[in-house]
């Protein structure tokens, strides 16, 4: 989804915003805010709670997989979130050369990591060097955001950490209700992304409301 929005709304704006007098670099750090949140909260939520998703869906059989949905997960926030936004910069600009050297990173990547460990491992290692390779394409450009991708980073990662401790402290109690540790894991992550959520929120229920607004005053004046 988060790519799609990239691909779909991201670039077109940013296409338009390059051959206008605006500054790129403003609008692109304005445009990739909500689904750096979003994307921050959701991945917070998988690389802490993947075990409990795997037993909240699935039966015994598969529970041994939710190492590989945190893995995923981790190499998804670097590859598709962040990297993502990156690529439909270089992108916009004309620079479609940068996008298939992000291609051909995580290609070669996959082949290096895969070998050497897990599947799932390896493929998130491939996403990472993807990553590396958009922050030097935009930053070359003038679009550099590598400290803003590092806090959020920290962030995933220790919201990720107090989801997991949580369910933790919860077995370790004998408590194994998986609904039950589902729901806190949603909650702590929630905790850690809360405000940024609210404000994100609060502009979209804003601009709603402005829209409707004039909406209103047009139907009123014809």
């Not at 450009?141 to 980073?153: A, P, Q, S």
Request: hydrophobic share 55%.
């Amino acid at each position: 989804m988060l790519s799609s929005v990239s691909n779909r709304v991201l670039f077109p704006l940013y296409t338009r915003i390059h051959y206008s007098p605006e500054d790129l670099s403003q609008v692109c750090r304005t445009a990739r805010w909500p689904l750096l949140i979003l994307g921050g909260w959701a991945a917070a939520g998988f690389i802490g709670g993947g075990p409990t998703i795997i037993r909240l869906l699935y039966d015994s059989r598969y529970w041994e997989a939710g190492w590989m949905i945190q893995m995923l997960s981790a190499g998804l926030w670097f590859g598709i979130v962040l990297g993502g936004t990156y690529g439909a910069v270089v992108l916009a600009v004309g620079r479609s050369d940068w996008t298939a050297a992000m291609a051909f990173s995580k290609f070669l990547g996959m082949l290096a990591f895969i070998p050497l460990g897990y599947w799932a491992g390896g493929l998130a290692v491939s996403e990472l060097v993807r990553y590396a390779v958009a922050v030097r394409g935009a930053a070359r450009l003038g679009f550099d955001e590598r400290r803003e991708d590092l806090k959020l980073t920290a962030r995933v990662a220790v919201a990720a950490l107090a989801g997991w401790s949580a369910v933790a402290w919860l077995t370790e109690l004998g408590i194994i209700h998986v609904v039950l540790h589902a729901l806190v894991i949603f909650m702590v992550v929630t905790a850690f992304w809360g405000r940024s959520l609210f404000v994100l929120f609060s502009r979209v229920r804003r601009k709603e409301s402005l829209f409707l607004r004039d909406a209103q005053l047009s139907d009123e004046s014809v």
